[in-house]
């Protein structure tokens, strides 16, 4: 009889936590624990969790009590060796717990636990066959309730362990995870239209149209028909079905189509937009590249030879696209997959399909919005390597994904802070994580962007990075011309029509004579953002941050944009009792409104985040305005993304101040890239567009510099800035934030935590300072900031850090602090 081995299992817990923890492997199980399984554990008094198998080993624990694993959970590994290299690393480097990392890595429905709360699936087809005694239980218990916890489906069917239970009922599609319910993504379905699929010769289409034309009641008919037939490139049954909405016109009505149809000779069809390349539109040739693209890519290919990154720096409509597109082209021709970086999935519907037309099904999407089985589908297609999504399009998250022959990455749009997570930790940069995550599979990893960050450029210029540059715009359209309006002396000569230059009106009204679109930019959204108290001064605040209250006049509240609380419009002054109250500021909400009295005929269209929450909002305003049924297009910096239109004549940037008076070392360099990325909308087709900024301070040297479309003036004076001020990329930044619900408890513990750190890093140690918002929900807020020499040992650095911070929190007076550790920030 062979002996008996007691294993142990070292496993991440998706809990806060530094550690993994030991647990014993009962006998049975010794043949299923494998590294990247994961398995069901107890953890604390009465709860379970889904952990990840870090490492199995023989060494027995001594610290502690071992307990035994209740369960495994996959038949094959789910993560790979690579994936927990990478996880170390973002651990280490942004000194994030690693079960932080694994909660941000793996999709929800990985990480059953005991307070998950479980739904009936939507779908749910009412059948209950094929399932066990136990499933049936727990399925009709859901039936009756909104949902149930694991605990309460474990006392339900008397099972400690429900996680394989709950994990076979997900995917037969009976039940959900209920947060994931809650946060569904909700795809845009459009209605297609084509001809029936028995059509499939000339001589049948023929015999149908002269059946038609024989009664002359039918012209209607045949004229729809006719058109539906040229619309969908019908060729011997061959056909790329269209949209509906493209057929009906004044002549083609929805009765007409409705008795196409009832006849057999249409079909009408529902389809999700955005997955449509398989069934819409076979793959297309890619297009061939003009001297300069074809110049770039020689480059870059050269500049792969000898180094892992290159940066691709072209202008705004210089055909960046088409290059990565012939890059992906060859490495898929390799056998390899493809990771396609962008700042937001949700602000790039535009190149998504563009993709898809190119390599069709081969595209797949991975997104936080996307649901829970989705991403679980497109994980184990990549973790298989079966084909199917070798290339795939995604959001930060992304860069998780169990690639297993990774060929190439691309980072598009790379200056966009959007890269980068803020809360909750792990609070890694995208970007910077895909270098790594390239180094791991030796795969090339491309940045694209027409205006780089500070940091990366400098990487090129040093040669740690290689650099290719496109100056022009494809197909020879020049750069658009550039104004900046004098809002202090059009103030002054009373030329201001509300918050309208006399320049961007003139302006607007020519656009709008040539049958232009017009694209306005206002980085706040909202009505107002202040109200204000003519007699005192008072302003509405939030009771539970810092922060002024905002006007929203569509749904006639003030709000607060950090914590949601909001009230009804007060009628008079909260502290002397006036009724003069008035406005100050604008938001996007107040120029739609302002615009249309001012311009009545024209239709105007918001893009903020208020009129984006829903799901598909963002890709109907998008098509709404490429097929110009909106004339003007307000928004927030969403209008600065992945945007590409053929008939905008003109941008209006209407407060440049703002994005200048921020306090912050990267304004400059944000509001540069800001107003270049917005101003790059203008006249990317057939001719120049116009840009107008409008700004109390025309002379201010970054609108300068934006006029020029002088990117190497700007990095030439930032750098300069950065070396003598000690800052990135000289100097690496270090943030550590601490919050508490009493100020006091927070003011001496701050004060504590920079006493310790200035003792090892003296003049390098900055604070403890309050930010700007002092407060936020209910959390008093202190920074410190510790700034050191490139060359100096980050991991050295952090030990001390981490060192520190662990005997702050040990202090009886100060364990309940909150300290969050942000490495690098944005």
């Not at 070292?10 to 299923?32: C, E, G, Q």
């Not at 037969?172 to 909700?186: F, P």
């Not at 003519?534 to 929203?552: F, I, Q």
């Not at 407060?655 to 107003?675: G, I, K, N």
Request: charged share 25%.
């Amino acid at each position: 009889m062979a002996e008996r081995i007691t294993y142990f299992v070292d496993v991440i817990l998706p809990l806060s936590i530094s550690n993994t923890y030991t647990y014993r492997v009962p006998f049975a199980l010794n043949n299923h624990a494998a590294q990247g399984k994961r398995v069901i554990v107890p953890f604390g008094k009465s709860k379970y969790y889904t952990g990840i198998i870090r490492r199995v080993h023989e060494e027995v624990p001594k610290e502690y009590q071992v307990k035994y694993i209740e369960g495994v959970l996959d038949e094959t590994p789910i993560v790979t060796q690579r994936q927990f290299k990478l996880w170390d690393w973002i651990s280490e480097y942004y000194m994030a717990p690693i079960g932080d990392v694994m909660n941000a890595a793996l999709p929800a429905n990985f990480k059953l636990a005991s307070e998950t709360k479980i739904s009936i699936h939507p779908e749910f087809d009412r059948d209950l066959e094929n399932l066990s005694e136990q499933e049936i239980i727990v399925v009709e218990a859901l039936q009756l309730q909104e949902s149930l916890t694991l605990k309460e489906i474990s006392d339900l069917v008397k099972i400690k362990t429900v996680q394989p239970l709950i994990k076979r009922l997900i995917e037969k599609k009976k039940a959900i995870v209920t947060e994931e319910l809650n946060a569904k993504y909700a795809p845009r379905f459009l209605a297609f239209v084509e001809i029936s699929e028995h059509i499939t010769t000339s001589e049948k289409l023929e015999h149908i149209l002269n059946e038609l034309e024989a009664n002359k009641r039918n012209e209607k008919q045949v004229n729809a028909l006719l058109k539906i037939v040229d619309s969908v490139k019908w060729n011997e049954g061959k056909q790329n079905p269209i949209p509906k909405k493209e057929i009906l016109s004044e002549q083609i009505g929805e009765s007409t189509l409705q008795t196409l149809e009832k006849k057999g000779i249409i079909t009408i069809f529902n389809a999700e937009v955005t997955r449509l390349a398989s069934k819409l539109a076979e793959s297309k040739e890619i297009k061939s590249l003009s001297e300069t693209q074809a110049k770039a890519l020689h480059e870059i290919n050269e500049h792969f030879h000898d180094k892992e990154v290159v940066l691709l720096h072209g202008v705004t409509s210089s055909g960046k696209t088409e290059i990565y597109v012939s890059l992906i082209q060859a490495v898929l021709e390799q056998g390899k997959q493809v990771l396609f970086l962008l700042p937001e999935i949700a602000l790039t519907t535009q190149l998504i399909t563009r993709l898809q037309h190119y390599f069709g099904n081969l595209v797949g999407v991975y997104h936080s919005r996307f649901n829970q089985n989705e991403r679980i589908e497109i994980w184990n297609e990549v973790l298989k390597n079966t084909g199917k999504f070798r290339i795939i399009l995604g959001a930060r998250s992304a860069v998780f994904l169990p690639f297993q022959n990774l060929g190439l990455i691309i980072a598009d749009e790379e200056h966009e802070n959007s890269f980068k997570q803020y809360d909750p930790a792990p609070r890694y940069n995208a970007r910077d994580t895909a270098i790594v995550l390239g180094q791991l599979h030796k795969a090339k990893i491309l940045l694209g962007s027409a205006t780089p960050s500070i940091e990366t450029y400098f990487n090129a210029l040093e040669n740690r990075y290689g650099l290719v540059v496109l100056k022009n715009r494809f197909g020879g359209v020049q750069m658009p011309e550039i104004q900046c309006a004098d809002l202090e002396k059009e103030t002054k000569q009373k030329t201001m029509k509300s918050h309208f230059s006399s320049l961007l009106i003139e302006q607007m009204e020519e656009a709008f004579k040539n049958k232009e679109q017009v694209i306005l930019f206002q980085n706040r959204r909202g009505y107002t953002p202040i109200w204000s108290c003519e007699m005192c001064g008072w302003t509405p605040t939030c009771k539970n941050c810092d922060v002024s209250l905002t006007y929203h006049k569509l749904s006639n509240a003030l709000k607060c944009h950090y914590c949601g609380y909001f009230i009804t419009p007060p009628a008079s002054c909260g502290a002397c009792g006036s009724r003069k109250l008035k406005m100050l500021g604008f938001g996007t909400e107040k120029v739609e409104d302002e615009l249309a009295l001012l311009f009545p005929a024209i239709k105007i269209q918001r893009m903020d985040l208020d009129t984006t929450r829903a799901k598909n909002a963002y890709q109907q305003i998008i098509s709404d305005f490429e097929n110009r049924e909106i004339d003007v297009l307000i928004g927030t910096q969403m209008v600065s993304k992945g945007l590409d239109f053929d008939n905008v004549g003109l941008v209006g940037i209407l407060s440049a101040d703002q994005m200048l008076r921020y306090p912050d070392f990267r304004s400059f360099e944000r509001s540069f890239q800001l107003m270049s990325q917005v101003s790059g909308r203008a006249g990317r087709k057939a001719k120049r567009g116009k840009v107008i900024i409008q700004s109390y301070d025309p002379h201010h040297w970054i609108i300068q510099k934006v006029m020029q479309h002088d990117y190497e003036g700007l990095y030439k004076q930032e750098i300069l800035e950065r070396k003598n001020f000690h800052y990135p990329p000289f100097f690496r930044i270090i943030y550590i934030s601490l919050k508490h619900r009493d100020k006091d408890v927070l003011e001496m513990g701050s004060i504590t935590l920079a006493k310790s750190l200035k003792a090892v890093f003296n003049d390098r140690l900055l604070g403890p300072e309050t930010p700007g918002i002092s407060r936020i929900k209910n959390m008093f807020i202190k920074n410190i900031t510790i700034k050191f020499e490139r060359d100096a040992s980050p991991k050295k650095v952090k030990d001390v850090i981490r060192e520190k911070i662990e005997q702050f929190l040990a202090m009886h007076d100060f364990r309940s602090i909150r300290v969050d550790v942000d490495v690098d920030p944005q």
